[in-house]
């Protein structure tokens, strides 16, 4: 793997982890595309309208998220990320804790990488 790719990729992962900790609907519009999807373990395939209606309502937030980004392969203008994240937040009024291997999914359009998919698996105890 070029090393080169490698800290882009790892810094665009890092500005994504800033737009999702701002709670900020916007900042974390620009991250992701159009068609973006999260698949989690609890509830499968979630939307990119249904994850920022979420956030924007105050139903979900986060207040700490990191990566430690494993791999990272690219094809051409798709890059697929995979690391293992954690998080802290606040879910429906409870608190939230996660620790998740995660792969995103990247397309590179023009000069920027956005995110379509994000998909979830949790660490096994």
């Known amino acids: 793997m070029d090393e080169t790719l490698f800290k882009e990729l790892s810094a665009v992962e890092e500005a994504f982890n800033r737009a999702v900790i701002s709670n ?3 900042a974390i519009s620009s991250c992701i595309s159009e068609d973006w999807t ?3 373990p609890e509830v499968g395939p979630v939307s990119r309208d249904g994850f920022l209606h979420a956030v924007g309502q105050g139903i979900l937030s986060h ?7 494993l791999r990272v392969r690219v094809y051409g203008n798709v890059a697929v990320v995979t690391g293992r994240g954690r998080n802290t937040g606040i879910f ?4 939230i804790s996660a620790d ?7 397309v ?12 979830l698996t949790p660490v096994a105890s």
């Open 92 to 95: 429906k009024g409870a608190p």
């Open 38 to 40: 999260l698949v989690t």
């Open 108 to 119: 590179k359009t023009g000069d920027r990488w956005i995110c379509t998919l994000t998909h």
């Open 100 to 106: 998740e291997w995660i792969t995103d999914v990247y």
């Open 24 to 26: 900020d609907v916007a």
């Open 63 to 69: 207040d700490s998220m990191t990566k430690d980004i």
